[in-house]
């Protein structure tokens, strides 16, 4: 390609696809136990937090999990070859995070002014209401204005 001053426009270079290190690391310290952090030289790659999240959602590594909670200053081969030395060999899937269950940040916000509640206590209350309460309580707290459609 030529630019208006019909110099050439060089081509881009196509970028290198990331890897993504986690399943490879899960797999690997679930199931393969071939300690692909130092075969792929990756240790910076690895997400503790992640991890230790996902690996607690299996019932027979939530104990391991726990004790590396404890430790969160540990650098990351530590806590990946802990894991990779504790955990049984397993065919795991990882499974989907638990989100919360509320409806909107809008409807915190609107118990939280409503009861003058903490973030916490105002997440116990919405699990309790219902959604005619719920309404009833936006439209007390209803301060009037521009209403979005979204």
Not at 16 to 24: A, L, Q, T
Not at 42 to 48: G, I, K, L, P, T
Not at 126 to 132: E, N
Request: charged letters at 30%; aromatic letters at 14%; a negative charge.
């Amino acid at each position: 390609m030529i630019d208006l001053y019909g110099d050439p426009i060089p081509e881009p270079e196509p970028e290198e696809k990331k890897k993504n290190y986690f399943f490879i690391f899960f797999e690997d310290i679930t199931n393969i136990k071939t300690n692909a952090m130092r075969v792929l030289d990756a240790e910076s790659e690895y997400n503790a937090y992640n991890m230790n999240r996902t690996l607690s959602q299996s019932a027979d590594s939530l104990f391991d999990v726990n004790d590396m909670n404890g430790y969160p200053h540990l650098p990351n081969a530590l806590q990946y070859d802990y894991f990779i030395n504790s955990i049984r060999r397993r065919s795991r899937r990882p499974e989907k995070w638990l989100v919360d269950s509320f409806k909107s940040d809008n409807d915190l916000d609107v118990v939280k002014e409503y009861f003058n509640y903490s973030n916490q206590k105002a997440k116990d209350a919405l699990l309790l209401l219902g959604d005619s309460e719920l309404e009833y309580i936006k439209s007390k707290t209803y301060k009037g204005g521009k209403e979005n459609d979204t």
